[in-house]
Nanobody, 115 residues
Framework: QAQLVESGGGLVQPGGSLRLSCAASGFMFSIHDMAWYRQAPGKERELVAAITSGGRTNYADSVKGRFTISRDNAKNTGYLQMNSLKPEDTAVYYC?????????WGQGTQITVSS
């Protein structure tokens, strides 16, 4: 059974950095695109960054130049490096993989950016 487990969330001051990890199991991670989404209180879930199985990336305008998505297929793990964090980045961050049209989601990890 496909499973995604996020880790690396927490409380960070504005301007700080965090790295999220998404550990995949139960399926062939390397052949699927993956993405990171986030959902802030009272807002809809939004795409933050995506990476194809071949390594092509795209980002939401709000995080371009600050966040970097990557993947290590040998470790079945995806990453989101977040730098220069802002209070508006506060949200629950979710890992996402779509396999044959069916999305799989992790449980989410809370990021709080506050002084």
């Amino acid at each position: 059974q496909a499973q995604l487990v996020e880790s690396g969330g927490g409380l960070v001051q504005p301007g700080g950095s965090l790295r999220l990890s998404c550990a995949a199991s139960g399926f062939m991670f390397s052949i699927h695109d993956m993405a990171w989404y986030r959902q802030a209180p009272g807002k809809e879930r939004e795409l933050v960054a995506a990476i194809t199985s071949g390594g092509r990336t795209n980002y939401a305008d709000s995080v371009k130049g600050r966040f970097t998505i990557s993947r290590d297929n040998a470790k079945n793990t995806g990453y989101l490096q977040m730098n220069s964090l802002k209070p508006e980045d506060t949200a629950v961050y979710y890992c996402n993989v779509v396999r044959w049209g069916t999305p799989s989601w992790g449980q989410g990890t809370q990021i709080t950016v506050s002084s």
